[in-house]
Each structure stands twice: as structure tokens, then as C-alpha cells.
């Protein structure tokens, strides 16, 4: 496996329902984010992992729950989700001593539906 | 609120046709990037540009950073069916997070 990638790809889940997904990055970085991507709207950062530290939490509702447990991994816990959570969910990374620039490299996404 | 403008939203064109893409705003930025997303991925990274008047080109794309370091555009010359996609500038503040733009998302038809 080579740069980001996220599973699933898809996912359907009801409003009481409890899903993870996941992203894994093979590019050796040690910064991780969460982005979510609507329609109509630019990207919203959600969370931002540096040296696997939380840095960053952008005013995301409770019932998103990220966690990284080493510099390769994120994740983000879903629980009662809403219908307008419904969105492609982006995960990305870079190498923290280059964050001057903070050029970041993207997974493919999980578009989530949310019933 | 920090807040990256794109302009034009949708742009619909044919093969070998020339289109520019703007990205304003005005805050000043350490750096701008620029990149591409295709249906069903992320998106990828195309260039970064950090000085206030840079030019940069690959290939049939020149990228431009405004003299002030506020405003970028994107100019594809001879745009080609792979050119589609929703093209998106960033801005970055130093060690800050990225600001995205709103977008802008062309299709180049045969």
C-alpha cells in the first residue's frame, strides 16, 4: 500500500447505529487531520493529530470521536450520527517539520451516509 | 473569518479551449497550494507557491501568487478531458491550519 488510504470507501449507517473509519498513511509523517467535505461547502477541518497529540479539535460535535494510536493510524468513532453528518469524510497527513508550508496528502475518503 | 473565494464556481468547456481559475481573498497567506479532486478520491496536491509574484508551471498549468501574497490563479492552457475535476487553492498562515477555497469545478468535454 502506498500514500493515505481509508476504509471503508462507503458506508450506510442508521441514526443509532456505531461505526469507525479508519485511515492508514505509508508516507513516514507524523501529522494526521480529519477533514469533512459537503456538498456546496469547502472542506471543514475537524481534528488535527501532531506527534499523535490532539492539537486541534474545531468545534466538532461530541458524536465524532477521533483517535490515533500511533503516527500511521487515525480514526474516527461515529455514534448517533444525524442526517446532515451525511458527507465524504477525508483523511490526510504531512510531515510535521515541513508544516511552514503544510502541504497535505489526501486518502481517497468515506463517502458516509447517514439514514 | 478567514475566507478563500473561487471564481468561477462551474466551468464548462471544450477540448484544447484556455480557462484561468482565481482564488482571492484578503488575508495574507505564508504560502498557497493548489489541488485536484476527481469523482470519487481526494484530493491531490499540484503545487505549492510561497513567494508574492511567483509563477510556477507543470506542464500546460502556470500558477500565479499574487504580488501581495492575498489572491492566485490557475491558468490551463489546451485544457484536456483528464483536466476534469474540482480544482481547490489553500492558504496557509505559517504553522497554521490550511484555509480551503470554495471551489471551483470544470469540465472539459471532447
Known amino acids: 500500500e502506498t500514500g493515505v488510504t481509508q476504509t471503508p470507501r462507503h458506508l450506510v449507517m442508521g441514526m443509532t447505529n456505531k461505526k469507525s473509519l479508519k485511515c492508514e498513511q505509508h508516507?513516514?509523517?507524523?501529522?494526521m487531520y480529519w477533514y469533512k467535505q459537503s456538498a456546496k461547502k469547502p472542506l471543514e477541518l475537524m481534528f488535527v493529530?501532531?506527534?499523535?497529540?490532539?492539537?486541534e479539535n474545531n468545534s466538532v460535535p461530541s458524536r465524532f470521536s477521533p483517535e490515533c494510536p500511533n503516527s500511521s493510524h487515525l480514526f474516527l468513532h461515529l455514534h448517533t450520527l444525524q442526517p446532515e453528518d451525511s458527507a465524504l469524510y477525508l483523511c490526510?497527513?504531512?510531515?510535521?517539520?515541513?508544516?511552514?508550508?503544510?502541504?497535505?496528502?489526501f486518502g481517497p475518503g468515506t463517502r458516509l451516509t447517514v439514514l | 473569518t478567514q475566507l478563500l473565494e473561487q471564481s468561477p464556481q462551474f466551468l464548462s468547456i471544450q477540448e484544447g479551449e484556455n480557462l484561468t481559475v482565481y482564488c482571492n481573498s484578503s488575508s495574507v497567506f505564508s504560502s498557497l497550494q493548489w489541488y485536484r479532486q476527481e469523482p470519487g478520491e481526494g484530493p491531490v496536491l499540484l503545487v505549492t507557491?510561497?513567494?508574492?509574484?511567483e509563477v510556477k508551471k507543470l506542464k500546460r498549468l502556470t500558477f500565479q501568487f499574487g504580488d501581495a501574497r492575498k489572491d492566485s490563479s490557475l491558468h490551463i492552457t489546451a485544457a484536456q478531458t483528464g483536466d476534469t475535476g474540482l480544482y481547490l487553492c489553500a492558504g496557509a498562515r505559517g504553522t497554521d491550519k490550511l484555509i480551503f477555497g470554495t471551489g471551483t469545478r470544470l469540465q472539459v468535454f471532447p
Open positions: 508516507l513516514g509523517h507524523n501529522a
Open positions: 490526510a497527513s504531512s510531515q510535521e517539520a515541513q508544516r511552514r508550508y503544510n502541504e497535505q496528502f
Open positions: 507557491v510561497v513567494t508574492g509574484g
Open positions: 493529530y501532531s506527534l499523535e497529540e490532539r492539537v
